[in-house]
């Protein structure tokens, strides 16, 4: 089974960057997808962007676009999801999963990692 481990949580103020991770014990043909999902209290999972561990495209949820960029390193097993432009509404438990095909639906995802907490100040 595969395992994910999330860093580089922490506090941000509004405008600044974080830079989250996400390793994978190992990457899979099954499951060849990486997504970040977030939640925020008393709110749903929500897609925040996807990418494929063997294709060059990538996929964002529209309030993200232009700010965040996921990216991997296949040597390291590792996505990365780097936060730019960080508004108070970014604050939420950030998630990686792993899945089998490119989706913004959290069902869709079968592993995830623990979640890591990103707090964007005003």
């Known amino acids: 089974q595969v395992q994910l481990v999330e860093s580089g949580g922490g506090l941000a103020q509004a405008g600044g960057s974080l830079r989250l991770s996400c390793a994978a014990s190992e990457r899979t043909d099954s499951r060849p997808v990486m997504g970040w999902f977030r939640q925020a209290p008393g709110k749903e999972r929500e897609f925040v962007a996807a990418?494929?561990?063997?294709?060059?495209?990538?996929y964002y949820a529209d309030s993200v676009k232009g700010r965040f960029t996921i990216s991997r390193d296949n040597a390291k097993s590792t996505v990365y999801l780097q936060m730019n432009s960080l508004k108070p509404e970014d604050t939420a438990v950030y998630y990686c999963?792993?899945?089998?095909?490119?989706?913004?639906?959290?069902?869709?995802?079968?592993?995830w990692g623990q979640g890591t907490q990103v707090t964007v100040s005003s």
């Open positions: 990418i494929y561990w063997s294709l060059a495209s990538t």
């Open positions: 999963a792993n899945g089998r095909a490119r989706t913004s639906v959290a069902n869709a995802y079968d592993v």
